[in-house]
């Protein structure tokens, strides 16, 4: 049971790895994710489905080294298997036909983009993609966005590739050059922050994911609240996705940072037995 059946590193902390989960991938839609944990010690993970194969039976999942159980995941190799996977869990991203949507991703936050720029595609609109990175080896995903989009725009905060700037920037050109009907975003909540904050100035809808504040997955742990149009909302029953424009993200930022430093310390810990 979910085996590892391919790895790929992306970059030094970004890994994709393809797990065999037949009846996950059957399940799937855009803004699914699962919840794994790597054994009988391993602590709980959300990650979003960046893609699927039925026929295969394989499900592929990014994961960012940031603590330990990531690091752990990180270095699977194909024949590894996870102890416990379940999904797909969530709210689908309602995909429709609006006319031109905007998709904009930020590091990882371009992995479960991906499936949702598919389904926004076939659903015959217009897409363009805005993928943003800190440099060039941090764009992800790039092929596989560019199969699904009609435009691509890469920006890097370096300048090392595409534009030197933010994805605001990126998204600012494209709503000022032609009309925009729907905005997802998805990647670090500040990034997400500030291009709803662009899109809400333009009255362009926007949707957020927020699956990196979420824990347990069922809604019984209460981790991952979220205040959305000042309701309290649990990201993994209600969500991941809201509506951007009602988020309050000052809140989530500082969630988001509750527990940073104890995160990294144990992952300290941890490099230092590996050692």
């Not at 995909?95 to 479960?112: D, E, K, M, R, S």
């Not at 993609?129 to 009609?150: C, N, V, Y």
């Not at 090392?160 to 925009?180: D, F, M, P, Q």
Request: glycine share 10%; with cysteine.
């Amino acid at each position: 049971m979910n085996q590892i059946i391919k790895t790929e590193q992306f970059s030094e902390n970004v890994v994709k790895l393809v797990v065999h989960a037949p009846r996950i991938a059957r399940a799937r839609k855009p803004g699914h994710f699962i919840i794994l944990r790597i054994d009988e010690k391993g602590e709980r993970i959300p990650l979003t489905i960046a893609g699927a194969d039925e026929k295969a039976g394989t499900i592929t999942l990014v994961a960012q080294k940031v603590g330990v159980s990531s690091q752990r995941l990180c270095e699977l190799q194909p024949g590894d298997e996870i102890l416990d996977m379940v999904g797909p869990l969530g709210r689908a991203t309602e995909i429709h036909n609006v006319g031109t949507v905007l998709a904009c991703g930020g590091g990882v936050g371009v992995a479960p983009l991906l499936p949702i720029v598919e389904g926004f595609k076939k659903a015959g609109n217009r897409v363009i993609s805005i993928l943003a990175a800190r440099s060039k080896d941090l764009i992800i995903l790039e092929d596989e966005i560019r199969k699904w989009s009609d435009e691509v725009i890469i920006m890097t905060d370096d300048g090392s590739y595409g534009r030197k700037g933010l994805v605001t920037a990126g998204a600012e050109e494209v709503i000022l050059r032609e009309k925009v009907d729907e905005c997802v975003a998805i990647g670090p909540a500040v990034m997400m922050k500030f291009t709803a904050l662009l899109t809400k100035k333009y009255d362009i809808p926007t949707q957020a994911s927020l699956n990196a504040i979420m824990v347990d997955g069922t809604g019984m742990c209460g981790a991952c609240r979220v205040t959305v149009g000042g309701e309290t909302k649990f990201t993994c029953v209600d969500g991941p996705e809201f509506d951007a424009h009602q988020i309050d993200f000052d809140e989530l930022l500082l969630r988001l940072g509750g527990y940073k430093q104890d995160e990294v310390d144990a992952f300290e810990r941890y490099l230092s037995t590996q050692k």
